[in-house]
């Protein structure tokens, strides 16, 4: 059974730093595409960043120039830098990857059990 487990998350100033990770576990055998998604309170879930398994990034407009998204693909792990936080970073933070169980026909989406994250003075 694989499992994402988040870590790093939560309670900021406006202006400082947080970093989040993200790991996967279980009989694995290749992750294509890991993300990060969050979810503030009446909200949609939102994209924030994605990543590929060969390194490609692409992130939401609102967070470009302050969040970086890593992988570490020996560690089936990613990371979620982030900087500069304002108050409307504060969310549920879910990690989120394709992943290919050892043994599978196909890929599967998986999804993290969610790290909150508040910026507030």
């Known amino acids: 059974q694989v499992q994402l487990v988040e870590s790093g998350g939560g309670l900021v100033q406006p202006g400082g730093s947080l970093r989040l990770s993200c790991a996967a576990s279980?009989?694995?055998?290749?992750?294509?595409?890991m993300a990060w998604y969050r979810q503030a309170p009446g909200k949609q879930r939102e994209l924030v960043a994605i990543i590929t398994s060969g390194g490609t990034t692409n992130y939401a407009d609102s967070v470009k120039g302050r969040f970086t998204i890593s992988r570490e693909n020996i560690k089936n792990t990613v990371y979620l830098q982030m900087s500069g936080l304002k108050p409307e970073d504060t969310a549920v933070y879910y990690c989120?990857?394709?992943?290919?169980?050892?043994?599978?026909?196909?890929?599967?989406?998986?999804w993290g059990q969610g790290t909150q994250v508040t910026v507030s003075s």
């Open positions: 989120n990857a394709d992943v290919w169980p050892s043994r599978a026909q196909s890929s599967y989406d998986y």
């Open positions: 279980g009989s694995i055998f290749r992750i294509n595409n």
